[in-house]
């Protein structure tokens, strides 16, 4: 991770001669995991995992699509903090394509995703619920206006490249919905929802002051990286916890980032046949089965 927190790049893999080694020869498969806004004014958080004979990797991160395509073009430190903007399926594609040395495979995004168009509750949203509601773990409801047209255009976008929207079967190429309150649940073999949403803190802990809630924050958030560490290397090094003085936006920025890492671990275990589906033939969601690891 750089000085400001915003993200990680990985270094370029290079033969004895210096020469870039070629993707085939040193990765399976790599998933891009979106922790997509519902908004266009919002951030949303970006990372990339990759497959190698050692497991796999991280090789990059980031707080905002601006960010992560600043990652893939090297352009030196990402805006600070982190803005929102449009996604761009094409542009994603490239960005992973540099950034991970080989074409993405599978795209995991936290955003209600349809073969139809959205306007209230889906059967995967009821499914979740009836599976996870008890856990504190049940969807948001989404509406034709939120994710509305951002979702309708990430879908089509993705699907024109040759990444349609998987609802059941064997994961191998395209677009799956996931949501990470579950995947952290199984992770974390928990009981209950994981209290670690930033905004959220105050009304987690409403006795505590805001300095305590904050180390409680970290503690949840230092157990999560460690979780994910285990399944995917070098997490712990690109997902360092921001100050205890930092600002709200580098807060968010930072739990973005950690989202979107639990969307391509979700990715990653559904193409590793490690994921089971929530829904029906237009919509699901998928969440990692009891126990799921990719060691």
């Known amino acids: 991770m750089l000085e400001d927190g915003s993200f990680l790049r990985a270094e370029a893999v290079l033969d004895d001669q210096g020469g870039p080694v070629l993707a085939a020869d040193r990765t399976a498969r790599a998933v891009l995991g979106i922790d997509a806004a519902w908004t266009a004014g919002q951030p949303s958080g970006v990372a990339l995992v990759v497959e190698e004979p050692t497991g796999w990797r991280l090789a990059a991160c980031a707080s905002s699509y601006g960010n992560f395509h600043a990652l893939a073009e090297n352009r030196g430190a990402p805006a600070s903090p982190p803005s929102g903007s449009l996604p761009d399926a094409a542009a994603l594609l490239q960005s992973g394509r540099l950034l991970g040395g080989r074409g993405v495979d599978l795209i995991a995004i936290d955003m209600p995703m349809a073969r139809n168009p959205i306007v209230g509750r889906r059967a995967s949203d009821d499914a979740v619920s009836r599976t996870y ?163």
């Open 133 to 295: 509601g008890a856990r504190h773990c049940g969807t948001h409801s989404p509406s034709a206006q939120r994710p509305g047209r951002i979702s309708d255009d990430l879908r089509s976008g993705f699907e024109a490249l040759g990444y349609p929207l998987l609802t059941s079967g064997t994961v191998a190429h395209g677009l799956i919905e996931v949501y990470p309150h579950p995947a952290l649940v199984e992770l974390a073999a928990s009981p209950m929802r994981l209290k670690y949403k930033f905004g959220r803190a105050r009304g987690y802990w409403p006795d505590i002051c805001g300095p305590e809630r904050r180390r409680l924050l970290f503690e949840l958030w230092n157990l999560i990286v460690g979780l994910l560490d285990r399944e995917i290397n070098g997490v712990a090094s690109a997902l360092r916890l921001p100050d205890l003085d930092a600002s709200a936006a580098a807060m968010k920025g930072f739990e973005d980032m950690l989202d979107a890492v639990v969307c391509a671990w979700v990715g990653a275990c559904a193409i590793t046949g490690k994921a089971k589906p929530f829904g029906d033939d237009l919509s699901s969601n998928w969440i990692p089965e009891v126990g799921a690891t990719l060691r």
